[in-house]
Nanobody
Framework: QVQLVESGGGLVQAGGSLRLSCAASGRTFSRTNLGWFRQAPGTEREFVAGISWSGSSTYYADSVKGRFTISRDNAKNTVYLQMNSLKPEDTAVYYC???????????????????WGQGTQVTVSS
């Protein structure tokens, strides 16, 4: 069982930066792949970035590649999403998620993740 709590969202101007954090509880955190998703009003939840359980592999959606960086600190049971050069279209509720089943690769679909946080709002003004 893994419980996830996101923080770090807020209002920022276009071109600015935010760092989201997701604190996890549970003994199996170091064995889970972790992902960040986002969902804007009226849209489906979309994959943003993922990181393997070891931290050695990462994967990004094309829309954020080169601007966002995902990282994890297994000693602190925390995953981060550094977001730079933010755009108004990045506005959404951001969720972190944990996957304890995938052995190879980084899952990118919501149903592949077992545990979800409550979400944190990110608003980018133009």
């Amino acid at each position: 069982q893994v419980q996830l709590v996101e923080s770090g969202g807020g209002l920022v101007q276009a071109g600015g930066s935010l760092r989201l954090s997701c604190a996890a509880s549970g003994r199996t955190f170091s064995r889970t792949n972790l992902g960040w998703f986002r969902q804007a009003p009226g849209t489906e939840r979309e994959f943003v970035a993922g990181i393997s359980w070891s931290g050695s592999s990462t994967y990004y959606a094309d829309s954020v590649k080169g601007r966002f960086t995902i990282s994890r600190d297994n000693a602190k049971n925390t995953v981060y999403l550094q977001m730079n050069s933010l755009k108004p279209e990045d506005t959404a509720v951001y969720y972190c998620a944990a996957d304890s089943r995938t052995l190879v690769g980084i899952p990118r679909l919501p149903y592949e993740y077992d545990y979800w946080g409550q979400g944190t709002q990110v608003t980018v003004s133009s």
